[in-house]
C-alpha cells in the first residue's frame, strides 16, 4: 500500500510563509492521480486545503487561501508540496496529504482519496 510522509511543518508567526511536503514510499509516484492537501483543528472538522490534478495541473483551493497558499507537484512526481505564504492564526492546524487511486480524473472528489499521510503540525502565531 503507498504510504506517504509529510515534512515541513513549524511554528512561525503570523505573516509568515512555510513550505509542507509530502513524499511517496519507493516504488510509488503521484501519477495520474488526484492529490491533496487537509487539515483539521480540534474545533473543526478536515478541511480540504488545496487538490491537484496530476494528469493536467487543475488546483483547487478553499476560499480561505486562495491567492497565499499553493500547490504543486516535483518533476519526479514523488513530492506533492504546499508553499503557504502570509500565514495567518487561523491557518493553525494539523495538515495531511492525500492521494487518489492511479486513474483518469479531470477533479478530485472528496470521496476518492483513499491514502492518507500521518499529517504534520502547522501553528502559527499572532
Known amino acids: 500500500q503507498m504510504q506517504m510522509v509529510e515534512s515541513g511543518g513549524d511554528s512561525v508567526q503570523a505573516g509568515g510563509s512555510l513550505k509542507l511536503s509530502c513524499t511517496v514510499s519507493?516504488?510509488?509516484?503521484?501519477?495520474?492521480?488526484?492529490l491533496g492537501w487537509f487539515r483539521q483543528t480540534a474545533e473543526k472538522s478536515r478541511e480540504k486545503v488545496a487538490t491537484?490534478?496530476?494528469?493536467?495541473?487543475?488546483?483547487t483551493y478553499a476560499d480561505s487561501v486562495v491567492g497565499r497558499f499553493t500547490i504543486s507537484l516535483d518533476n519526479a512526481k514523488r513530492t506533492l508540496f504546499l508553499q503557504m505564504n502570509n500565514l495567518k492564526p487561523e491557518d493553525t492546524g494539523k495538515y495531511t496529504c492525500a492521494s487518489s487511486r492511479s486513474g483518469t480524473w479531470s477533479f478530485c472528489p472528496m470521496n476518492q482519496f483513499e491514502y492518507w499521510g500521518q499529517g504534520i503540525p502547522v501553528t502559527v502565531s499572532a
Open positions: 519507493d516504488g510509488d509516484t503521484f501519477s495520474e492521480r488526484c
Open positions: 491537484l490534478v496530476e494528469a493536467d495541473g487543475y488546483t
